[in-house]
């Protein structure tokens, strides 16, 4: 399995894809990382490990499609027959979600379908989780299409919400177990016979 992983900030996630790699807990390989922020910690922890990174964005490419095909391209280019989102706050354009059909995954740090789609990122899915009163919380990973958060989920993992969480407990809480199983559910993948 050969993963390009696109990422917004901090790239928690994708270091442990990473890690897991190198440490022969996935038989994966990340072959790119692509940011839309060029300051992204995600593309400086892409590069420590050796791994090519690219900036692309608004500010790369002021047309959507022109960003949407250099996308494509560098998929194309690199090799990769899986897409990872880990914390990529954009949508991806039409050539991109058709080339890989089927093939890209995100995680999100809830129980999908609830607290999903537009606006629902970041601290504020753990904070509307918490104002809600749940009693458990966690990740999913589902394929993309070109709705936020609304593919079929494919994997989750639960955890408890306990009284008196702040929204850092429980986003810590959530990472955690979105780590694990952003790295189980992509071993599962690549353990899936060849479509073709
Ligand atoms: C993760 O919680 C993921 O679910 C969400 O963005 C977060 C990324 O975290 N889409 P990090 O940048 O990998 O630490």
Redesign the pocket.
């Known amino acids: 399995m050969r993963i390009a992983a696109l990422?917004?900030?901090?790239?928690?996630?994708?270091?442990a894809v990473i890690d897991a790699c190198q440490q022969g807990d996935l038989q994966a390989e990340v072959v790119l990382v692509i940011s839309n922020n060029s300051g992204a910690?995600?593309l400086a922890r892409a590069h420590r490990c050796g791994i090519p990174t690219l900036h692309l964005s608004s500010a790369t490419h002021a047309d959507d499609r022109a960003l949407d095909e250099a996308m494509a391209a560098a998929l194309a280019e690199s090799g990769a027959d899986w897409v990872l989102?880990?914390?990529?706050m954009k949508k991806l354009g039409p050539r991109v979600l058709a080339a890989y059909r089927d093939r890209i995954v995100?995680?999100?740090?809830a129980l999908l379908p609830k607290y999903g789609g537009r606006g629902y990122?970041?601290r504020r899915v753990h904070e509307a989780v918490l104002a809600a009163g749940e009693r458990e919380s966690g990740?999913s990973v589902h394929l993309v299409t070109d709705e936020y958060d609304a593919g079929p989920v494919i994997a989750q993992a639960r955890v408890p919400v306990r009284s008196g969480d702040r929204v850092e407990d429980l986003?810590n809480r959530?990472?955690d177990a979105?780590r694990a199983l952003i790295v189980a559910t992509l071993q599962r993948l690549a353990d899936q016979p060849a479509l073709d």
Do not use: D
């Not at 990422?7 to 270091?15: E, F, N, P, V, Y």
């Not at 995100?106 to 740090?109: E, L, R, S």
């Open positions: 990422a917004s900030h901090g790239g928690s996630i994708l270091q910690e995600a989102l880990a914390g990529y995100n995680t999100h740090p990122y970041g990740a986003e959530v990472k979105e």
